[in-house]
C-alpha cells in the first residue's frame, strides 16, 4: 500500500523553526521506510520497540492520519523535495524533511 504524500514541502517550511525537525534524503522515501523506522529516524521514539508499542496503541500519525500497522511502508516517487509531519499522541510532532 502506497501512501499519497498530500502536504506541500514549501508549505511546511514556514513550521522549520517553530517544532522539531529531521532532514533525510528523498531515495530514502522512493525506496520506502517502514513507519517503525520513521519514528525512530525523526526522533520521536529512542528505539524500535517504543515505535512498535507507540503504532500498536493508535497514538502514531502520520499528515494527521492514524496508522496501527507496524509494517506500513510509507513510499512515495517524488524527485525533489517532501515533507511530513509525524504525530505521537496529540502533542508532540516532528516535521520529517526530504530532499
Same mark, same amino acid.
Given at each position: 500500500?502506497?501512501?499519497?504524500?498530500?502536504?506541500?514541502?514549501?508549505?511546511?517550511?514556514?513550521?522549520?523553526?517553530? !517544532?522539531?525537525?529531521? =532532514?533525510?534524503?528523498?531515495? =530514502?522515501?522512493?525506496?520506502? !521506510?517502514?513507519?517503525?523506522?520513521?519514528?525512530?529516524?525523526?526522533?520521536?521514539?529512542?528505539?524500535?520497540?517504543?515505535? =512498535? %508499542?507507540?503504532?500498536?496503541?493508535?497514538?502514531?500519525?502520520?499528515?494527521?492520519? %492514524?496508522?496501527?500497522?507496524?509494517?506500513?511502508?510509507? %513510499?512515495?516517487?517524488?524527485?525533489?523535495?517532501?515533507?511530513?509531519?509525524?504525530?505521537?499522541?496529540?502533542?508532540?510532532? %516532528?516535521?520529517?524533511?526530504?530532499?
Amino acid at each position: 500500500m502506497e501512501m499519497e504524500i498530500e502536504i506541500n514541502f514549501s508549505q511546511w517550511l514556514q513550521f522549520v523553526d517553530t !517544532i522539531g525537525t529531521t =532532514r533525510l534524503d528523498i531515495s =530514502r522515501l522512493n525506496e520506502g !521506510i517502514n513507519i517503525v523506522t520513521l519514528f525512530v529516524l525523526s526522533g520521536l521514539c529512542h528505539s524500535k520497540s517504543a515505535a =512498535r %508499542r507507540l503504532i500498536e496503541q493508535g497514538g502514531a500519525y502520520i499528515n494527521k492520519t %492514524r496508522y496501527k500497522d507496524t509494517n506500513y511502508v510509507v %513510499r512515495d516517487n517524488r524527485k525533489d523535495m517532501a515533507a511530513l509531519l509525524l504525530g505521537h499522541g496529540k502533542k508532540q510532532c %516532528r516535521l520529517v524533511l526530504f530532499k
